[in-house]
């Protein structure tokens, strides 16, 4: 068995990348009922607090995901290892660092780049697009905490088609509901399955692994 290994990344920070590598990681879990890791690389730890929420939440031995840490060019050795036994392995990385990030990218299958509609945002994004180009490793954006009705939205959409990055038709909304159930230490899929928000990370999900195969 060897998994496929997604890694979440974007050099600004504040673009939702721990929140959609959780999402991705319950989801996935789901649609495949494959084993699915998570691999922590972001020294602020946030994809760990979550874990630690949903062993609280849901039992230690009841999570349905295996959580790691690792930093530096661990990363690497340990995605690969989790990917011998796991059909997923996401990892979440940290902003404004190629040191952590580019280890993780490398042992990546697709990069997973999280961005909000804003120029800044797709400014920052060539950064991490860059990163993944020289690794080797085929990078998708996910428009992430999207606005609902704003002209700016359609604005990026097009500024960011006309840039050439592939991009996800899917789209995750700017949605409190996200963060009520990280904090909770689930995903939107269980706190609130009939939410909207559930509804576009099952669009996203669908889309996701009908691209990666």
């Known amino acids: 068995m060897s998994g496929r290994i997604l890694t979440v990344a974007?050099?600004?920070?504040?673009?939702?990348?721990?929140?959609?590598?959780?999402?991705?990681?319950?989801?996935?879990?789901?649609?495949?009922?494959?084993?699915?890791?998570?691999?922590?690389?972001?020294?602020q730890g946030s994809l760990g607090t979550w874990y630690e929420a949903r062993e609280e939440a849901h039992g230690e031995d009841e999570t349905g995901l295996e959580f790691r840490t690792a930093s530096g060019w661990g990363a690497r050795r340990e995605a690969r290892s989790l990917a011998r036994s796991h059909g997923y392995v996401i990892i979440d990385t940290p902003p404004k660092t190629d040191t952590d990030a580019k280890p993780a990218?490398?042992?990546?299958?697709?990069?997973?780049?999280?961005?909000?509609?804003?120029?800044?945002?797709?400014?920052?994004?060539?950064?991490?697009?860059?990163?993944?180009a020289r690794e080797d490793t085929p990078a998708l954006l996910v428009l992430n905490r999207v606005p609902p009705r704003a002209l700016l939205t359609g604005e990026m959409a097009e500024a960011i088609?006309?840039?050439?990055?592939?991009?996800?038709?899917?789209?995750?909304?700017?949605?409190?509901v996200f963060a009520s159930a990280m904090g909770r230490g689930c995903a939107v899929t269980e706190d609130a399955p009939s939410s909207k928000a559930a509804q576009e990370v099952?669009?996203?999900?669908?889309?996701?692994?009908?691209?990666?195969?």
């Open 161 to 176: 088609a006309e840039s050439g990055y592939d991009t996800l038709n899917a789209r995750l909304g700017n949605r409190t």
């Open 10 to 43: 974007q050099q600004k920070g504040g673009s939702g990348k721990t929140t959609l590598a959780a999402h991705l990681a319950v989801a996935l879990a789901k649609q495949s009922g494959e084993p699915v890791a998570i691999l922590d690389v972001d020294p």
């Open 202 to 213: 099952a669009s996203l999900i669908e889309e996701l692994v009908d691209r990666i195969g």
């Open 105 to 132: 990218i490398d042992a990546a299958d697709f990069v997973i780049v999280p961005i909000q509609p804003t120029p800044v945002d797709l400014w920052a994004t060539s950064q991490t697009i860059d990163l993944a």
